[in-house]
C-alpha cells in the first residue's frame, strides 16, 4: 500500500536523521552542534513541505512597527518573500510572509521548552498588516487558536532529538499555556524517537491542527518501529499546504523615510 512504503521510507530517513546527528555530535564544538540539527530537520522539511513554502535556516522576522522576532531556528515562509537581507544565509524576512516556526531542540526539557513557547508566543503576537487590498475578490479569512483572521496565522511547532519523559514535557506545557490566550500556545511538540504532544478534543480524542479553549493536551508515544516522521509530515502538510498570502505591500516598512523629492512632471 502507498502509505506503508511511505511509512518505510520516513522510518529510515528518521534512524539516518539520528545518525547523522549523533555524528555531527561528535565532531562538532563551541555550538555548532546546534546548527547542525536544525539543518538535520531543514533538510526533512525541504522534501516533505509543499513546493509553495520554503524551510528558512537562520532567519529573523520584522513587522511594521518596529517589532522583530527573537533569532528562529526554523522560519516557514512564502517562496514570493523579498529577500530583504540574504549575508552567509542569514534573511530577514517580513512577518506578512510567515507561515510558521519551527523550534529545534538538542534535548528538550523545561527551560528548552519555555524558551521555545516565548518565541512562539512573541512571533505570534507580532502585527501582520502590510497587504495590498484587492478589489472584486472575495476576502479570504483563516481559523485556528479560536480566532478568524484575515491573514494566514503563524504556526508554532517544536521538534527535538531527545527530551525528559514526554509525560513531563506535558506537564511543563500545561503549566506555561495555563496563564496564557490559546492564540499563544505552540501546536505540537515532537520528540524523534518518543513521541509528541498535541491538542484535540477531550471527549472523542480527534487531533486539532491548532489549540483553542477547552482543547485537552494528548501523549501520542511513537511506535518502536515507526518514530514520529509519519506523523510530523502529515501534520506539516495539514499546516502549510492550504497556507496563503494576500499580496505584500512593501512601501509600509518604508515607514516616514523619503522615497525621492519631486523634480518635474509632463502630462498630455
Known sequence: MPTDKLGNILRSVAKRMHADFEQS??????????TSREVLIQQFLCDYLPSHVEALHNAEVIATNGDTSPQADIVIIDRGAPP???LKGYRIVPNECV?????VKTKLDKKQLIDSCNKISKLRRMPKTAYRPISGVV????TAYGESTDYYPTSGIVVAFNSLDLETIGNHLMDWCKTRNPNEWPDSVWVIGKGY???GDP????????PSAG???FQIDADPEEDILLPLAIHLNIHF?????NPLNLASYAGSRVLGNYANSWSI
Open 25 to 34: 555530535q561528535a565532531f562538532n564544538h563551541n555550538g555548532e552542534s546546534g
Open 84 to 86: 530583504f537581507t540574504s
Open 99 to 103: 507561515y510558521g516556526m519551527i523550534e
Open 139 to 142: 476576502t479570504r479569512t483563516a
Open 197 to 199: 504532544l498535541q491538542w
Open 203 to 210: 471527549q472523542t480524542g480527534v487531533l486539532f491542527r491548532s
Open 215 to 217: 482543547a485537552a493536551l
Open 241 to 245: 499546504s492550504e497556507a496563503w498570502m
